[in-house]
């Protein structure tokens, strides 16, 4: 039976896509050692911000105002970008414009999820959707970025951009970052490995290994 991990998280954290390289990071490292090792990364969606407009908000406009200022900010940025930097993930922050509303990227997630997709489509997606936001500046809450995002890994753009159209899965998406709530947790990347052991935060991936190796046992 494959460990499931159950990965929480939204597409605007830095620190999550710092957190889904380090995990894959860590399983690939474990499978030198045990080759039949079959993970299955559950995403679940989280809303840094659940008040974001549809239309997103203007990108440094907002972080200022969050967290004090253009030195904070510039100070924060490098921080991060410090911190990824040994896993190979690379952060363009002067070309976001736009802090997007991302219930439309957590409904394609779901949606890919609930039809059954092969975990390896599901992992193009989620690594697109992060390289698009962070490393190339683009709306991740825009349809037709989506849509364009989608057809890359194998989705139709047309039957794609129609369904965004939709408000289908949206209740489901709300509901299940609504459970997290709930749970406690209040902070992402956060990992549930093998519904036995939860770790909060981009931890190393030998950390992430550590703890897929005691929650597997």
Same mark, same amino acid.
């Given at each position: 039976?494959?460990?499931n991990?159950d990965?929480i998280?939204?597409?605007?954290?830095?620190w999550?896509?710092?957190?889904?390289?380090r995990?894959?990071n860590?399983i690939?490292?474990?499978r030198?050692?045990l080759?039949a090792?079959?993970?299955?990364?559950n995403w679940?969606p989280?809303?840094?911000?659940?008040?974001t407009?549809?239309?997103?908000e203007?990108?440094? +406009?907002?972080l200022e105002?969050?967290?004090?200022g253009?030195?904070e900010? $510039? *100070?924060?940025?490098?921080?991060?970008? =410090?911190? /990824?930097?040994?896993?190979?993930?690379?952060?363009?922050?002067?070309?976001i414009a736009?802090?997007?509303?991302t219930?439309?990227?957590?409904?394609?997630t779901?949606?890919?999820q +609930?039809?059954g997709a092969?975990?390896e489509r599901?992992?193009a997606l989620t $690594? *697109?959707l992060f390289?698009?936001?962070? =490393?190339? /500046?683009?709306?991740?809450?825009?349809a037709?970025?989506?849509?364009?995002?989608?057809?890359v890994?194998?989705?139709?753009r047309?039957?794609t951009?129609?369904w965004?159209?939709?408000d289908?899965?949206?209740a489901?998406?709300?509901?299940?970052?609504n459970q997290v709530?709930?749970?406690?947790?209040?902070?992402?990347?956060?990992?549930?490995i093998?519904?036995k052991?939860a770790v909060s935060?981009a931890q190393?991936s030998?950390?992430?290994?550590?703890?897929?190796?005691?929650?597997?046992?």
């Amino acid at each position: 039976m494959p460990l499931n991990i159950d990965l929480i998280s939204d597409f605007v954290c830095p620190w999550c896509y710092i957190g889904k390289v380090r995990l894959a990071n860590a399983i690939e490292s474990l499978r030198t050692e045990l080759p039949a090792l079959e993970v299955r990364i559950n995403w679940l969606p989280y809303f840094l911000n659940p008040n974001t407009p549809k239309s997103g908000e203007p990108y440094r +406009a907002y972080l200022e105002a969050k967290f004090g200022g253009p030195r904070e900010v $510039d *100070a924060l940025h490098a921080q991060v970008a =410090e911190a /990824g930097e040994p896993d190979g993930v690379h952060f363009d922050f002067d070309r976001i414009a736009v802090r997007p509303n991302t219930m439309l990227a957590h409904r394609l997630t779901y949606r890919l999820q +609930a039809q059954g997709a092969r975990p390896e489509r599901i992992r193009a997606l989620t $690594d *697109a959707l992060f390289e698009a936001h962070f =490393e190339q /500046g683009k709306n991740i809450g825009d349809a037709e970025v989506l849509a364009d995002i989608a057809a890359v890994c194998g989705e139709n753009r047309e039957t794609t951009l129609a369904w965004l159209a939709t408000d289908e899965d949206a209740a489901a998406v709300r509901r299940m970052a609504n459970q997290v709530q709930k749970q406690g947790i209040s902070g992402v990347p956060f990992f549930i490995i093998n519904r036995k052991l939860a770790v909060s935060g981009a931890q190393s991936s030998s950390a992430l290994g550590a703890a897929i190796l005691q929650a597997s046992n």
